[in-house]
Structures are given as structure tokens and as C-alpha cells.
């Protein structure tokens, strides 16, 4: 965030810019309703990366009317850019909980 203010003789003026930037990384699963022991794949996932980035400027000055009585005149813009990347696979859960799949995962058939 950067600010600026500025006062000359007859009007302050304010300056103010700012950006920021998020990255979210989430990777469910879920297990579909039947686990079988055979290879098949018993569970989906969709990892998914969501980058947001906002940038806001404001600018504006102020007039003084009358003693205790300020009018401000100003303009303010705020934009905003999202992406968002997601990739479906699937892979093999055995019912006995004893494997972790690695990441990333393709949709691909498991060896049987």
C-alpha cells in the first residue's frame, strides 16, 4: 500500500494505491460409493488453483465551505483478475485404507 498526501495553500489532496495477490491450492477427493478390490478406481479428484489478484487507486481533495465544514471531491477504481485451473482425475482406493495416492493424478487405469 502506498499513500500520499499532498497540502497546498488552499485544497489538501490524498493519494492512495494498493495491490494485492492470493494463491489457493486445493486438492479434494472423494470416494465414489462402491470400493471394490479388483484395481478399478474407487475415488475422483479435482486439484484446483485459484490465483486473485485486486489493485485499488483513490485520489481526492478536499474543499473547506465554511469553518468546521469540509466537502471532499474524489474518485476511487478497484479491479480484479481471478484464474482458476482445475484437472479431474481418478485413481484406485482399496477398501482397506492402506494406500495414499500421489500427486498429480492422472485418469488413467491402475495395474491389476
Known amino acids: 500500500m ?3 498526501i499532498h497540502e497546498p495553500r ?23 460409493p462402491t470400493l471394490r478390490k479388483d484395481g ?7 486439484p484446483q488453483k ?3 489478484q485486486a489493485g485499488y487507486i483513490d485520489a481526492h481533495f478536499s474543499v473547506t465551505l465554511l469553518e468546521g ?3 471532499p471531491h474524489g474518485a ?7 484464474r482458476q485451473t482445475s484437472i479431474k482425475g ?6 482397506s485404507g492402506d494406500m495414499i495416492p500421489r500427486m498429480p493424478i492422472a485418469d488413467v487405469p491402475s495395474p491389476s
Open 90 to 95: 481418478a485413481y484406485h482406493a482399496p477398501p
Open 40 to 46: 478399478t478406481h474407487g475415488a475422483d479428484t479435482q
Open 69 to 71: 465544514l469540509t466537502l
Open 76 to 82: 476511487g477504481m478497484l479491479c480484479r483478475q481471478v
Open 2 to 4: 502506498l499513500g500520499y
Open 10 to 32: 488552499s485544497t489538501p489532496e490524498d493519494s492512495l494505491a494498493s495491490n494485492a495477490l492470493c494463491n489457493i491450492i486445493d486438492i479434494p477427493g472423494f470416494l465414489r
Open 50 to 52: 485459484r490465483r486473485t
